[in-house]
């Protein structure tokens, strides 16, 4: 029971990787904050955690973040670990990529995901430990991915930064950087028919070396271990999971 009594905060905790991450906190013994855009998957993912607490709020509203922090803190004083998973997908190549496309992805994946930082860390000590939801797709080029992959790296190097300015205070940062996962992530690819999300997905599975997609609970073993003891001499780190396709591609 790596988390007994732990307060945790699960950003984008409603599906896929967060929310096999939120039940894996709780099934170890922590009391699960947990958030998302769309309110039924939320109560769907309430119902599946006992004791769980969530709230509709839109990473990319500082705003509404700092609603959730102010919350945590009147009910349980503290967050101990911090899984920031929020994010969105989107494939245009550099002709198609509009404003609104590329502000709506940075909004989500990168100036979200700092000021969601920013918000729960005044309420974090030592012993606290966050962990962010990267990608692979911050250290390879796909055609396509300009938008996300830029969001992605940024997000990448400056939780590097914030993982530096905040190790005095003994709390760690760290990165896990999924590959392809199956989950409704990668269904929901504004612009792309369901015909060409299946031709991706095949493409994917092509360049693998384990040739396989991964599952969300396999992040979700390396984001407990990030967020936990067991890595509490690992910050500034990003574990890759990705079926080797990184290293081994």
């Not at 990267?134 to 938008?147: C, D």
Request: glycine share 12%.
């Amino acid at each position: 029971m790596r988390f007994q009594n732990k307060i945790v905060l699960v950003l984008g905790g409603n599906s896929g990787m967060g929310l096999a991450a939120a039940q894996s906190f709780a099934a170890e013994g922590a009391k699960v904050h947990l958030t998302g855009r769309d309110q039924r998957t939320i109560d769907s993912a309430v119902a599946s955690i006992d004791g769980a607490t969530g709230y509709q709020s839109d990473i990319a509203d500082p705003a509404a973040t700092q609603a959730v922090v102010q919350a945590i803190e009147e009910a349980d004083g503290r967050i101990d670990v911090l899984y920031i998973n929020a994010g969105v997908g989107g494939f245009a190549p550099l002709r198609d990529i509009t404003e609104d496309a590329w502000d709506h992805t940075h909004a989500i994946n990168l100036r979200g995901c700092v000021f969601a930082l920013q918000k729960a860390v005044r309420i974090m000590g030592k012993g606290g430990s966050v962990v962010v939801t990267g990608s692979i797709g911050a250290h390879g080029a796909l055609e396509g991915n300009g938008a996300y992959a830029a969001a992605k790296a940024g997000l990448f190097m400056a939780m590097k930064v914030f993982a530096k300015e905040l190790v005095a205070e003994g709390i760690r940062v760290n990165v896990v950087s999924p590959g392809p996962i199956d989950t409704p992530l990668l269904y929901r690819n504004p612009g792309m028919t369901d015909d060409q999300v299946a031709g991706l997905k095949d493409m994917m599975i092509a360049n693998i070396p384990m040739k396989r997609m991964g599952e969300a609970d396999e992040v979700a073993k390396a984001v407990l271990f990030l967020a936990s003891d067991d890595a509490s001499f690992i910050s500034g780190a990003n574990l890759f999971v990705d079926g080797g396709l990184i290293e081994l591609g």
